[in-house]
């Protein structure tokens, strides 16, 4: 029987193809967390495809997307009388990081890829700490940490944000965002049921590969609170940072075909008509 890493209650299983690896997934009856049930090795972190994803990127919804958060945090730390200064968990290109110093803030970071962290390093002059951010032992000391999309790969979530709390100064903010279970998901998972696993590309998009868990409402906010944060403010909210063909170039779809589904897509997304696959948290310390 499997238990659920947030509230430790009965996970059921989605089977998907049987005896197959991609069978193992579930969802806890309680919290409705969406799992991947397989160990995942910290090493294999390394070996994602860092320039194929990069291609991938949607840049002008990136761009958008970390100058929100900066505004935000600039205003959280500005009420809360704190520095501005962010640690960025899992750096990736280092955009961030840079928009972050035109902004005027302080800038660190860390990342599980050498060769993420050297390109960065190469371009922008960062130095980035390469290991998990629990281990680099921080106390009381950051006015703001973030995280694009990195709990849904973690190892271990709950130590995660555990040490992110501890790390925190009291005023000081946590933002991420990760996938949220939505319509896709459950579209994902009828369409590989009716199927007997035959059409299980939607669903393994979604949390096959890299992706470990996507949350529920619930879910998310007992691991925060179990995690140490009780003041938080979390947002459903519409945000596809690939660009939409490759989702379906990916999936066997004609590369025309994928073309126009995106078009038509992204107009979807601009009205606000597409499922809000993301949550957006934003967390404050308080001691
Ligand atoms: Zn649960």
């Known amino acids: 029987m499997f238990i659920c890493e947030v509230c430790d209650s009965r996970v059921l299983r989605i089977v998907l193809k049987p005896f197959e690896l991609a069978s193992n997934y579930g969802k806890c009856a309680k919290c409705g967390l969406l799992q991947n049930l397989g160990q995942i090795q910290p090493s294999k972190i390394e070996g994602l495809n860092f320039d194929n994803y990069l291609l991938a990127q949607d840049e002008v919804f990136e761009k958008s997307r970390r100058l929100t958060v900066l505004f935000q945090l600039e205003k959280?730390?500005?009420?809360?009388?704190?520095?501005?200064?962010?640690?960025?968990?899992?750096?990736g290109s280092g955009h961030f990081l840079l928009d972050a110093q035109q902004k005027g803030f302080a800038v660190s970071g860390s990342e599980l890829s050498h060769t993420a962290a050297s390109i960065v390093k190469k371009e922008f002059g960062f130095v980035i700490h390469v290991m998990n951010y629990e281990e680099l032992g921080f106390t009381d000391c950051q006015a703001s940490v973030t995280m694009f999309c990195v709990l849904a790969h973690s190892v271990n979530p709950e130590s995660l944000l555990r040490s992110i709390h501890t790390s925190l100064t009291n005023g000081g903010v946590l933002y991420f965002h990760t996938p949220r279970y939505c319509l896709i998901d459950s579209l994902g998972i009828t369409l590989a049921r009716l199927s007997m696993g035959r059409l299980d590309h939607l669903f393994l998009r979604r949390i096959g590969g890299d992706h470990k868990r996507i949350y529920s409402r619930k879910s998310l906010m007992k691991l925060l609170e179990k995690s140490g944060f009780s003041e938080f403010e979390m947002k459903a909210e519409?945000?596809?940072?690939?660009?939409k063909e490759k989702y379906f170039t990916a999936i066997g779809l004609p590369k025309n075909l994928s073309i126009l589904i995106a078009l038509v897509l992204n107009i979807f997304?601009?009205?606000?008509?597409?499922?809000?696959?993301?949550?957006?948290?934003?967390?404050?310390k308080r001691n």
């Open 269 to 284: 997304s601009r009205l606000k008509l597409l499922p809000r696959n993301v949550f957006t948290v934003y967390a404050t």
């Open 76 to 91: 959280l730390l500005t009420q809360n009388s704190l520095e501005l200064s962010v640690f960025d968990i899992g750096t």
């Open 238 to 243: 519409i945000g596809y940072g690939l660009k």
